[in-house]
């Protein structure tokens, strides 16, 4: 695939960066050498290949969801700046 001056001005516009036309030339040469090394994988066999979700293969070690009180009310609302009885007091941010 040829990238045009056309197309490279709407992918450029709809990235919106500006392109100069100094840069233009090079921009579509590297641009085509992308894609053309991208259509390169169409030549690949790939029957029988599932494909992957993620390139990990590290399974995540999930641990019980149980609720738990690790603090009282009073360990919880030591360090608050402002308390009001057994709750943190904040600043009124919607009017």
């Known amino acids: 695939m040829k990238i045009t001056r056309e197309l490279l001005d709407k992918i450029a516009h709809l990235a ?44 995540n070690a999930f641990r019980e969801d149980k609720a738990e009180n690790n603090f009282t009310h009073e360990q919880a609302l030591f360090n608050a ?9 904040v600043p009124k941010v919607i009017e």
């Open 16 to 59: 919106r960066l500006e392109v100069n036309e100094q840069d233009a030339e090079k921009m579509m040469a590297d641009m085509s050498a992308i894609i053309t090394w991208v259509e390169k994988l169409n030549e690949v066999d790939t029957t029988g290949v599932e494909p992957l979700t993620t390139m990990s293969t590290e399974v």
């Open 81 to 89: 700046p402002k308390k009001s009885g057994d709750y943190f007091s």
